[in-house]
């Protein structure tokens, strides 16, 4: 299996930007997709970014796209999230999630076995 680690959270003003890190450890990191979802206070946690195992396919939840752009990094088994004009909505914990899927990019929170302990991004008006 795999583990993860988030970091990067912080407060940040309205127009501002962070960079989460989602750091691996265990199995080889390069066979898992990756994702990044969020769960505001008395919110479902929903999908926000996922990358493909070899970082060339992308997908985003709409009201981030153009805002917002993951990457990783397997040679540092480490996914990123760019987050860009951050609004007072981006609110909530970030969590990163893992899952060995290999024929497309999964959406959804039962597809990712595992999952890190989260990072929280306030975004202040």
């Known amino acids: 299996q795999v583990q993860l680690v988030e970091s990067g959270g912080g407060l940040v003003q309205t127009g501002g930007s962070l960079r989460l890190s989602c750091a691996a450890s265990g199995r080889t990191f390069s066979w898992y997709a990756v994702g990044w979802f969020r769960q505001a206070p008395g919110k479902e946690r929903e999908f926000v970014a996922a990358v493909a195992r070899s970082g060339d396919s992308t997908e985003y939840e709409d009201s981030v796209k153009g805002r917002f752009t993951i990457s990783r990094d397997n040679a540092k088994n480490t996914v990123f999230l760019q987050m860009n004009s951050l609004k007072p909505e981006d609110t909530a914990v970030y969590f990163c999630?893992?899952?060995?899927?290999?024929?497309?990019?999964?959406?959804?929170?039962?597809?990712?076995?595992?999952w890190g302990q989260g990072t929280q991004v306030t975004v202040s008006s």
């Open positions: 999630a893992a899952a060995a899927i290999f024929a497309y990019i999964p959406h959804t929170r039962n597809e990712y076995p595992y």
